[in-house]
């Protein structure tokens, strides 16, 4: 009897080869057995030309997709379109990467009845405190098991509902 996979979805704010967090995400997908997960990433703005991953994620066997988000921080006219592609996807986690993409994704993740959603709070440091206690008062309530930013590595340790 074969098992169903466990699809992951990755959203991250910029997905830029060579880029720290964009490594990170690299690493775990390839540290995981392709007949358990299926993965996709997910980026919400476009990288630099000349960082542009869509090869080395096709060869990783990925699925990319870039969203239409503006350079604000509150553009909410990316909210629908993640909305509807995570409705179109159904994964069973919804991983987000830096400050935006656990913003917008949890909201999206909520809209769309996703269950699992995992927060990497990585990036959040270089925030003046006010704004990373708005932003972490801001995201009660809404669905994901926060993993600070040395826990990157171990994502399958607190996903769940």
């Not at 990783?60 to 921080?73: H, I, K, N, Q």
Request: aromatic residues 12%; charged residues 15%.
């Amino acid at each position: 009897m074969i098992a169903k996979r466990i699809r992951v979805c990755h959203l991250i704010t910029s997905f830029w080869t060579g880029h720290g967090p964009s490594s990170g995400i690299l690493a775990q997908v390839r540290g995981h057995e392709t007949r358990d997960f299926e993965f996709s990433v997910w980026s919400l703005y476009p990288p630099p030309p000349a960082l542009d991953p869509q090869n080395l994620l096709r060869e990783a066997g990925l699925t990319y997709r870039v969203f239409p988000m503006g350079p604000s921080f509150l553009d909410v006219r990316v909210l629908w379109p993640l909305v509807l592609q995570l409705r179109a996807e159904k994964p069973d986690i919804l991983h987000c990467h830096l400050v935006r993409a656990n913003l917008y994704g949890r909201i999206a993740a909520r809209l769309a009845g996703v269950k699992g959603v995992i927060c990497s709070i990585r990036g959040i440091d270089g925030y003046r405190p006010f704004k990373r206690g708005w932003i972490m008062a801001h995201h009660s309530g809404l669905p994901g098991t926060f993993l600070p930013k040395q826990w990157w590595w171990a994502p399958w340790v607190a996903w769940g509902p």
